[in-house]
């Protein structure tokens, strides 16, 4: 409400778990705001870990809940393996400062950021990326998450749009990038995430492209994990010129469909 956001998306990875107590406190507080549901998917296409965000979906429908449940146990068993390899490399009690981070949620990695950082090893999330938990880097886990079809497929049976999440952030070349989109579309996604904050506007006005060479619906997404000096909630967040939004789909409302 600070930010002037009357429209905005919960997108937590693999969980639909703070939709509800938010959706309760909009209405307790009589925000102006409209939630729309959502979760972001993890998924496994070739060698690259995809994010497929599910928005406006129905969080009870049984095959979403089922495919969620499943990757709820895939994402605490990595957690606990990431803390271990962190373990075993001088980091003494890193899982249970991660854990204390996440309070009741699921473990990610930015947790694992957040207390690396906070022992002074790195001053952002990146630059811990880039140190100690991307590929192949100390804390790395290979993930085994579902593929792009079943995450579309529960995506869609719960009534939700399907939308690739920040597509330039994959490390891939312009070429995979199209046989990524290619595929996502063959299997049935509808959308892919154009615009981000600190993004080059070259690469949203080639997303934007993109977006319109494979028929893709866009959307606009913060990314916002908790308050850091470096992302604002909701701040520039434009679409390039003939880009249709994707909340277009559901009630013709704009809004951070991306957190």
């Avoid at 529960?154 to 990524?180: C, D, E, F, T």
């Avoid at 600190?198 to 319109?212: I, K, N, T, V, W």
Wanted: charged content about 20%; proline content about 4%; aromatic content about 8%.
């Amino acid at each position: 409400v600070e930010k002037n956001i009357d429209v905005f998306a919960i997108t937590d990875h693999d969980t639909t778990a703070a939709i509800k107590p938010a959706q309760a406190y909009i209405q307790s507080q009589a925000l102006p705001l409209k939630l729309i549901n959502g979760v972001e998917i993890s998924t496994k296409w070739e060698s690259f870990e995809i994010h497929i965000v599910a928005l406006n979906v129905d969080i009870d429908a049984p095959t979403l809940t089922s495919l969620l449940t499943i990757q709820q146990q895939k994402r605490a068993d990595r957690a606990i393996e990431i803390g271990l390899r962190l373990e075993k490399n001088g980091f003494a009690g890193i899982y249970q400062q991660a854990q204390a981070l996440a309070e009741d949620a699921q473990i990610t990695r930015a947790h694992y950021a957040r207390a690396l950082i906070a022992r002074g090893v790195a001053t952002t999330i990146p630059g811990v990326f880039k140190k100690y938990l991307g590929r192949a880097k100390t804390g790395y886990v290979p993930s085994d998450w579902c593929d792009m079809q079943t995450a579309i497929a529960a995506i869609h049976a719960a009534g939700g749009v399907a939308v690739i999440a920040h597509p330039g952030r994959y490390q891939m070349s312009n070429k995979w990038l199209r046989k990524l989109l290619s595929q996502f579309k063959a299997a049935g996604g509808d959308a892919m995430e154009v615009a981000q904050p600190q993004q080059a506007p070259s690469e949203r006005q080639f997303l934007g492209e993109l977006s319109r060479e494979y028929d893709l619906l866009c959307s606009q997404g913060s990314d916002f994990h908790f308050p850091t000096s470096w992302l604002e909630l909701g701040k520039n967040l434009y679409l390039p010129k003939d880009c249709q939004g994707v909340w277009q789909t559901w009630e013709g409302q704009a809004g951070d469909a991306h957190e």
